[in-house]
């Protein structure tokens, strides 16, 4: 019996990607802070669609939170069939004037526990046909986001780290994928001080389809959801990287 690991599954994208998943039929582990919201949904996912579902509260922030998810993922005998690595926050403001220590924190959610989790959970992941491993980077990894150094700057990581494991485990079994949404809708942007920004302004795409594109690709390197981020993508690939990075700023100003 398989699991698929799903962090920051107590709201927004993840906890759609919970939701699509238990309607596949796939046992789930759902990983995040608020451990009274992961439980709730646990119940409503197993009685409707007669799956196991188990829940691990942990703060991926903290230095050692990836360390005791792998750790009681190895002590339960869970075997995994996907690993959704989804928890990340963001925050909108000059570089200099937001707190470091929520900087630093950010790049530990985006980055380190991201890296950490796949490192100790690959083995398992490699033990199980099919399995694959989804990596929520965003059209934010294409170029430098002014107002938001460090949170583009995780994004550009994670796409960076995710297309080349994908190569690397080409033939392992394992698929890695990139999935790069723009403005979604989630708690995302209130967390994010983004709500008034022309970026989200101008319309978030639903988390329902953004996870449904997702899963239906979840095979390929990357997947960008939706018509206007991929015109976007493509756009910034034959712009200058001075155009972009200015777009991108005047975006969040
Ligand atoms: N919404 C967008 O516009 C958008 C666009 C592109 C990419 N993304 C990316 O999509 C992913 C999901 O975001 P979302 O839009 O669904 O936002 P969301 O609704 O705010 O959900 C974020 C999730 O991450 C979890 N999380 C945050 N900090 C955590 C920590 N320290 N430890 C454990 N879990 C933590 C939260 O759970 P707890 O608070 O319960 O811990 C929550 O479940 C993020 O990586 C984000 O960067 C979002």
């Known amino acids: 019996m398989n699991y698929v690991l799903i962090t920051g599954a107590s709201a927004g994208i993840g906890e759609v990607f919970a939701r699509e998943l238990a309607a596949e039929k796939q046992n789930l582990i759902l990983v995040a802070r ?7 949904l646990a119940s409503e996912l197993s009685v409707q669609h007669g799956v196991s579902v188990e829940v691990l509260a942990a703060d991926l922030a903290a230095a050692d939170g990836a360390e005791k998810v792998a750790a009681a993922v190895a002590s339960s ?36 526990s991201l890296v950490s989790l796949t490192w100790k959970l690959l083995p398992n992941l490699k033990k199980n046909q099919g399995s694959f491993i989804i990596n929520v ?12 150094a460090i949170y583009y700057a995780t994004k550009a990581f994670v796409l ?31 967390e994010a001080n983004m709500t008034n920004t022309k970026l989200f302004k101008a319309g978030a795409m639903s988390a329902e ?15 960008i959801p939706g018509l206007r981020n991929r015109l976007m993508v493509w756009l910034g690939k034959i712009s200058p990287r001075l155009i972009n990075r200015r777009i991108a700023g005047w975006l969040q100003a």
């Open 160 to 190: 960076s780290f995710s297309e080349a494991l994908h190569e690397e485990l080409r033939d392992s079994g394992v698929a890695v994928n990139a999935l790069c949404p723009g403005a979604t809708e989630s708690e995302f942007a209130a």
């Open 34 to 40: 608020r451990e009274d919201r992961l439980t709730a």
């Open 137 to 148: 980077a965003s059209t934010a990894a294409f170029q430098a986001g002014p107002n938001m």
């Open 209 to 223: 389809a953004v996870v449904k594109q997702a899963l239906a690709k979840r095979r390929s390197a990357i997947v």
């Open 77 to 112: 005998g869970w075997k995994l069939g996907g690993l959704v690595n989804n928890a990340g926050f963001g925050d909108r403001g000059a570089f200099t004037e937001l707190s470091l220590e929520r900087q630093l924190n950010m790049i530990q959610v985006n980055v380190a």
